[in-house]
């Protein structure tokens, strides 16, 4: 990999944080990779065996309940992928899937990371699976939260990509902010929140915020080359435990069946009521879970 990314000093670090960035409602010490293709941000919350917790096109508030639970036992790694979140947008070159998972890889190749329970969520599962062909060996454990990891087939999914990832949709929610307002509610993240928080969530995701959302929503669509290395590398690691964990009214494309075809062994757990944040509906069960498979668990 070209250049050699470094860590801002502390002091740095927490003079970035943005006045509506409060501690009580984001917990954890902002931290800030520089690489060749900007800023990454990133958490890296507690001591254990490392979970890194992957999302593509909203940020990692998304994992905040789930890491607070973790972090006394685990090692808490997420990221905010580039022009999401904390982490600005590169001021040249596209942006989609792949250079997501080259954010992941530099984050992990920083942080020397081994023995990863690697924890994917949504457009995540492709990115976090993409650079997990770079490091194989150092994975133990897969988690699929509401996520894919194939390319789309059919007409339901490859449309809805289509029509989320156009540009009349991402002008439309860069100018309304339609999709943060939506998210934030009982039906996305917000089920367990307040209203101060919920207002949090939707400040990390500025007019570039929603528009890189519906960018990585593009580059998800059929016919892009990173789907066959992403197939390639779900084969590489067949032999790994994986567990999934889905919102119980939020599974349309049967994926937790096609994730047990490829992993005839894996423990499939469903979130009582849950939608598409699974982690956010119920993140005492979620985190368990995790621990429950993760190093030291019970299973």
């Known amino acids: 990999m070209a250049g050699h990314p470094r860590q801002l000093p502390r002091s740095e670090r927490e003079q970035q944080r943005p006045e509506w960035l409060t501690w009580d409602s984001y917990p954890f010490e902002l931290r800030t990779l520089s690489s060749p293709e900007g800023d990454i941000a990133y958490i890296d919350e507690g001591e254990g065996p490392p979970l890194l917790f992957v999302h593509l096109g909203m940020w990692s508030f998304v994992w905040r309940d789930v890491v607070i639970r973790l972090r006394e036992g685990y090692r808490c790694v997420a990221i905010d992928a580039p022009g999401s979140g904390l982490s600005p947008a590169p001021t040249t070159g596209a942006l989609g899937i792949a250079e997501a998972a080259t954010a992941v890889d530099r984050v992990?190749?920083?942080?020397?990371?081994?023995?990863?329970?690697?924890?994917?969520?949504?457009?995540g599962g492709p990115a976090g699976l993409l650079a997990a062909g770079n490091w194989i060996n150092r994975i133990r454990l897969l988690v699929a939260v509401n996520t894919f990891g194939w390319c789309p087939s059919g007409v339901v999914f490859p449309s809805m990509l289509s029509l989320m990832g156009s540009a009349p949709m991402r002008h439309l929610d860069v100018l309304t902010g339609w999709l943060p307002r939506l998210s934030s509610t009982r039906f996305g993240v917000g089920r367990n929140l307040d209203k101060r928080e919920r207002a949090v969530f939707r400040k990390g995701m500025d007019r570039q915020g929603r528009g890189m959302f519906h960018r990585y929503v593009s580059s998800a669509r059929p016919g892009h080359s990173d789907y066959e290395a992403i197939e390639t590398n779900v084969e590489r690691l067949a032999d790994r435990p994986l567990v999934t964990i889905f919102g119980q009214r939020n599974d349309p494309g049967h994926f937790q069946e096609r994730w047990l075809q490829r992993f005839p062994d894996a423990t499939q757990v469903v979130v009582p009521g849950g939608y598409h944040f699974p982690m956010c509906d119920d993140p005492d069960l979620v985190a368990a879970t995790i621990a429950t498979h993760g190093p030291g668990g019970t299973a």
């Open 108 to 123: 992990v190749r920083h942080l020397d990371l081994n023995h990863i329970t690697l924890v994917f969520h949504d457009l």
